[in-house]
Structure formats: structure tokens, C-alpha cells
């Protein structure tokens, strides 16, 4: 999947919800019919960390910090995070990125397209 375009994001209080989503175009001319899609947050200073990746075969990884509060899943041309319970560590810019083949342990560095990035900033 490229040209990832991400929406959803916004601000709300601790243990709030917000769902984002991610509109993908595929690449017609692309030699690959699997690709990994994920979600990536980001905060000033820090690297990107992987939040949650689902793989072609539809495994998904989760971070430990993430892990059932959050939910990852794919529609037509569309990747989305269920966020739950949300804390305020949790804010941080969100990325959508994808990549050909297997998701690579969420390691950024291996993600050849990414969107822009939506804002989710939790109060205490």
C-alpha cells in the first residue's frame, strides 16, 4: 500500500476513545501482493515506536504497552486503531505506515511508506 493519508486523531481526558484511521491506495505496478501495515506513534525527541502491525495472512502484533486497550483492523483500502482506556502516555503523533512483505517486528527503519501523521493528545 502507498499514499497513506491518516485521520481521527484529536485530544481527549484519560480513559476516553479514539478510533483513527488510515486511507490507503494501492500501487497497481507493484511486483508485491503482500504488504505489512501499521501504526506508529512518535513524540518529540524520541524514535518512532511500533504500536500495532497487521501482517498480509492477518496476524497482529501489539505493543506490551497497548495491549488490550487497543485494537487494529483492516477494511476496503482502509487500516484503523481502536484506541480504549487511553492514558496520558499515549500521546504522541500516529502514523500509518506500510511496507512490502512481512511487518519486520514493527522496526521502523524497514517501512518504505508512511502518511503524514494525526495528532492524539490524552489529558490527565
Known amino acids: 500500500a502507498v499514499q497513506l493519508v491518516e485521520s481521527g486523531g484529536g485530544s481527549v481526558q484519560a480513559g476516553g476513545s479514539l478510533r483513527l484511521s488510515c486511507a490507503y491506495t494501492?500501487?497497481?505496478?507493484?511486483?508485491?501482493?503482500?504488504?505489512?501495515l501499521a501504526w506508529f506513534r512518535q513524540v518529540p525527541g524520541k524514535d518512532y515506536e511500533g504500536v500495532s502491525a497487521?501482517?498480509?495472512?492477518?496476524r497482529i502484533t501489539y505493543a506490551d504497552s497497548v495491549k488490550g486497550r487497543f485494537t487494529i483492523s483492516k477494511g476496503q483500502n482502509s487500516l484503523y486503531l481502536q484506541m480504549n482506556n487511553l492514558k496520558p502516555e499515549d500521546t504522541a503523533m500516529y502514523y500509518c505506515a506500510s511496507t512490502p512483505g512481512w511487518c519486520r517486528d514493527m522496526e521502523a527503519a524497514e517501512f518504505l511508506y508512511w502518511g503524514q501523521g494525526t495528532q492524539v493528545t490524552v489529558s490527565s
Open positions: 497487521l501482517e498480509g495472512d492477518g
Open positions: 494501492d500501487n497497481p505496478g507493484s511486483r508485491y501482493t503482500n504488504y505489512c
